[in-house]
């Protein structure tokens, strides 16, 4: 399910609306693509991207 109801003051809104704009702003989602993802399938490509970034970050400074 998603989320539409929520208090913006709250931590947990917060969190999901950094998510959301990383996601937007770096992975290149449409914001209401990303909103109506279900919070679960989002936490996951949010998480994954996480991952192969960091990935990539120490494959970048291994070689230097």
Not at 35 to 63: A, H, M, Q, V
Request: aromatic share 20%.
């Amino acid at each position: 399910h998603t989320r539409f109801k929520c208090d913006w003051s709250s931590d947990v809104c917060s969190s999901d609306l950094r998510q959301l704009f990383l996601m937007t702003y770096y992975m290149g989602w449409n914001f209401f693509d990303a909103y109506s993802l279900p919070i679960k399938l989002r936490n996951w490509f949010f998480e994954e991207w996480i991952e192969r970034r960091k990935n990539d970050l120490d494959i970048i400074n291994k070689e230097r």
